[in-house]
């Protein structure tokens, strides 16, 4: 037993430093950076499909000593909170399964709950996020008005005293007004599509290197629980309301688009299953995604297909079309 917590704590070491080391590369502000900053929640992850959850909890708490003690105390709680936590209880639900038959038959936890929780663990810390700016509506909108016209001046070598100017913007306060309102739910969003990807990127690496224990979901079969609806409703409406409500229903309207925009692609992956040409679909369904997605529009059309699969079941309509698979060809005597 002994061994085993000493085996836990070295894997928890070593992956808290590398998810450390991840974060800390935000320093050098170089766009690198931005790209292994993503991938800060993969090790924890890591941590917790291929050794356990406990090993996943020392990888962050050894993360929030090292950040704090390196840069600010701060981030003793900010790391856990932002990052550490949400990528433990990921880690921690993908291998909760429950028995289900007599004969040691198990269901593991399905997917789509798996993205459920993403979205609403990313609309919960990007709440957090923008808390820290202030406790209205009002004030976090004036103090990101305030960082973007300071990012702006630093960008363009503008004094505080001279008046802002960004060639080819006509009204550069405009600019700043639309970068306000659209922040935070951008941030949910990438936070939805960070969560997403590193989950997937670390069942990999564990599938890879034979330590995951369950085996890999078919993911064209997710689905999302009903409930998902739901709350998209009741938070799409919230959203209207004035003040401070209405910015924090907009956060889970924008996460769990992105987990319909998911589901979206699972359903893409289904309906081509039995397509010739189905390799050369996805893979043009995923090109034009990273190309156009800065645009918000590949998101939205994914997000309306998996909405309407999730309405009227498409996957299942499509199958029932197709019939039957053939009969294979009589054996030859």
Request: charged share 10%; with cysteine.
């Amino acid at each position: 037993m002994t061994k085993f917590w000493w085996h836990i704590g070295l894997v928890g070491l070593a992956a808290g430093l590398c998810s450390a080391l991840l974060f800390a590369s935000l320093v050098s502000g170089s766009a690198l950076s931005l790209l292994l900053a993503c991938l800060v929640p993969l090790p924890i992850m890591i941590a917790a499909m291929g050794w356990s959850h406990w090993a996943s909890l020392a990888a962050v708490a050894t993360a929030a000593i090292a950040l704090g003690l390196a840069f600010h105390p701060i981030l003793l709680i900010g790391f856990p909170l932002s990052i550490g936590l949400p990528a433990w209880w990921l880690g921690y639900l993908t291998l909760l399964a429950r028995p289900i038959g007599p004969n040691g038959e198990v269901e593991w936890y399905p997917v789509g709950r798996l993205v459920l929780w993403a979205a609403c663990l990313s609309a919960l810390v990007t709440l957090i996020g923008l808390a820290q700016f202030g406790s209205s509506e009002a004030t976090i909108q004036q103090t990101l008005r305030t960082t973007f016209e300071h990012m702006l001046r630093a960008q363009l070598a503008i004094p505080a005293n001279a008046p802002l100017v960004v060639p080819g913007i006509d009204d550069p306060k405009r600019l700043i007004d639309m970068l306000v309102t659209a922040l935070p739910p951008a941030a949910a969003v990438m936070t939805t599509i960070t969560q997403l990807l590193n989950l997937w990127l670390a069942g990999r690496v564990v599938l890879i290197s034979g330590r995951l224990r369950r085996p890999w979901p078919d993911i064209a079969a997710t689905r999302l629980p009903p409930v998902a609806m739901a709350v998209l409703a009741i938070a799409f409406a919230a959203s209207f309301l004035p003040g401070l409500p209405g910015m924090a229903a907009a956060l889970p309207v924008a996460s769990l688009l992105v987990a319909y925009a998911a589901l979206g692609f699972a359903v893409m992956h289904g309906v081509t299953r039995h397509l010739q040409g189905r390799t050369a679909v996805l893979v043009g369904l995923y090109a034009g995604f990273v190309l156009l997605g800065w645009s918000g529009w590949p998101i939205l059309v994914m997000a309306l297909l998996g909405l309407v699969d999730g309405a009227v079941d498409l996957r299942r309509r499509v199958a029932a079309t197709r019939g039957p698979p053939p009969m294979p060809p009589p054996e030859r005597t």
